[in-house]
DNA sequence: CCGGCGGTTGTGAGCATCCACATTCTGCAA
DNA sequence: TTGCAGAATGTGGATGCTCACAACCGCCGG
């Protein structure tokens, strides 16, 4: 296995200058700089990032967090990422909580301290106190995307604006028989993330001096399927059914759309529909919603932890609550239209 | 920032005596087991895997290389290999190809090169000759999954047997006036993945007598919006239009169903249609497909490759081609009837 | 002709762990 | 009591790189 003295050696010089040569640091005269890149190109000398880990204390590398990957937001979000990291010489690593409990307390507890990565991009993830506690020790810097992390930077849109807004539009339009589709507050959480797009939805209701019919409320998981179902049941009685829908995501205004058609319901002319996301799809669906541009959100994220990573002392590293508003846009297209009597 | 050396203060032992405890290796007494795993855990020590793969050469990472996270098939894969692997105490590092030329060759000529992964999954990727040699060169085994790498092991579906099977179960029905939507060989490629659904297609129509109607055969993407037009198109002309049509994935189905429901035409009344992958919302639409199976794919891939880290030989990682056909099995859902004259 | 300056190069000491080997301990049988 | 086998423990490299520092080089001005 060739290593850095092997390079040194043909090229005629030391190991510092190698050392320097290759990473493009000053003070290496060119005819030194050209000599150790071909030394080290005929040996197909890369270094080992171990070893230079052990070294520097740098790993070049930065864990992402996520509870899904196998979901529109959670995808594309991390493939703009990887890329924006790979792009700044970072290696990314992966760690995925979809397995469950035990996982997560071994990724939080063992994998994530081993001294891997350089800082942690969590996205969607409320670390507990104690998984906080741990990576506060490491002085390992922690940026959240789409929720915030206590004690930490965190770039997150609104949802509660972004529900508000969808609703808005609704009634804008001169719906006032408004119905909502989407995960509700729960009882136990205080204020947790799937419920915070229905409090947009109240909120927007309420100030248009309107009351919520609990039966236009329907509560389901993010998926097509999942609001294909209940979409069914809120429009099958067309003489009580609301003449729009709100719905906290796009996928679920897939499924609502799909219900409304099989019930030969016409959309947007009998049913309004507006979601949230602005989901690749939602073009070719026609659908109304509020952009939340995931792949941006990433990007930005990215360059947040590549800052602090920058600045020179450590102390700094240690987490500051920061919380950064992503705007969101309304997106209208062809599936809300003006409100008329059926 | 707690080593190795505190933690063997502590407990009253020596470095190699915390060094054996804490990785379950022989010769350690209960007693001094339990003095080091207590000493460990108050000063919340974890060991540095820099320094540990300095050691040992080993880094407990395994590199998986992709062209897209934001698909179905890769996003399916990706969870369930990562779960494998956080199962057997690895790490995942990402590499996904989605960024251009530019970033697939900083990925092969670096990053998979600087001694950070043990192994790498190739997914849907074939790398090129020079770049197969590079991973040759550091003895890093490579296991492929869903396209075979040359002179590796690989796990894959075979493509032509999927097609054939599709369209079997068309011609099985009674149809004869069979189209396709997919991708279709290339002149350039002699054998390129995307056609190879195709000659399966070609090869049951041929078997079964009949000859392929080329206005039949629809070329697009893999995506739903891309099948969806050229769905529109195939089906326009009823009079002249196929009583079935195989798509070479689900999504595709999706969009030819689509395309064929905003036409007035029924599935299956009017027109069968079958795909292949068993995509999560294919019971959803009720498509009849070939189901794949990716997660299960992905998790003997896994298991391939760590079967072959733990060979005691570093020679015998030396990449043997060896292809594992993965078995794929009809699904006949509600998409797919008897052929009836219209 | 020499001192000094700016930039270039080399030296040696870490970095935190693991491994092979040497040493010490334990209990039991002779 | 002694010897001995086998297990438990400790010692001293070795891993491959980077960094701080010291030494060096050539050139210019005094």
Redesign the interface.
């Known amino acids: 296995m060739v290593g850095i003295e092997e390079v040194a050696a043909l090229a005629g010089v030391s190991t510092a200058t190698v050392s320097r040569a290759l990473r493009g640091k000053d003070h290496v005269s060119a005819k030194a700089q050209k000599k150790v890149e071909d030394a080290a190109a005929e040996l197909?000398y890369?270094?080992?990032?171990?070893?230079a880990?052990?070294a520097t204390g740098r790993?070049q590398?930065i864990g992402v967090v996520l509870p899904?990957?196998?979901?529109?937001f959670f995808?594309?979000i991390?493939?703009a990422i990887?890329?924006e990291l790979?792009?700044h010489g970072y290696?990314?690593?992966?760690?995925?909580l979809?397995?469950g409990e035990k996982?997560r307390k071994?990724?939080f507890d063992?994998?994530l301290?081993?001294?891997?990565v350089d800082g942690v991009l969590a996205i969607a993830v409320n670390p507990t106190e104690a998984e906080l506690a741990?990576l506060n020790?490491m002085h390992k810097p922690i940026v959240g995307i789409g929720g915030p992390v206590k004690g930490a930077r965190s770039i997150t849109m609104d949802d509660v604006a972004a529900g508000k807004l969808a609703t808005e539009h609704l009634l804008s339009l001169g719906h006032t028989r408004i119905g909502m589709i989407g995960g509700l507050p729960n009882a136990d959480e205080e204020f947790g993330q799937p419920g915070l797009r229905y409090y947009g939805y109240a909120e927007a209701m309420k100030e248009a001096g309107l009351t919520i019919n609990e039966n236009w409320v329907a509560e389901c998981d993010f998926t097509?399927?999942g609001a294909?179902v209940v979409a069914k049941q809120l429009f099958t009685d067309l003489r009580n059914a609301p003449s729009a829908v709100f719905c906290a995501s796009d996928e679920m205004a897939f499924g609502a759309i799909m219900a409304a058609?099989d019930l030969g319901l016409e959309v947007p002319k009998d049913l309004s529909v507006v979601g949230i996301d602005d989901h690749?799809?939602s073009e070719?669906y026609g659908l109304s919603t509020i952009s939340q541009k995931p792949a941006e959100q990433g990007r930005a994220a990215v360059k947040t932890l590549l800052d602090i990573l920058a600045l020179p002392n450590a102390e700094d590293h240690d987490n500051v609550e920061e919380k950064k508003e992503w705007p969101v846009k309304l997106v209208v297209r062809a599936s809300t239209a003006k409100f008329a009597k059926r």
Chains 1, 2 share one sequence.
Do not use: C, H, M
């Open positions: 197909g890369v270094a080992s990032s171990s070893a880990t052990l790993t590398n899904y990957i196998d979901r529109w995808s594309v991390l493939e990887e890329t790979i792009d290696d990314l690593t992966l760690y995925n979809s397995g996982q071994k990724i063992e994998l301290l081993r001294k891997r741990n020790r097509i399927p294909y058609k690749n799809l070719f």
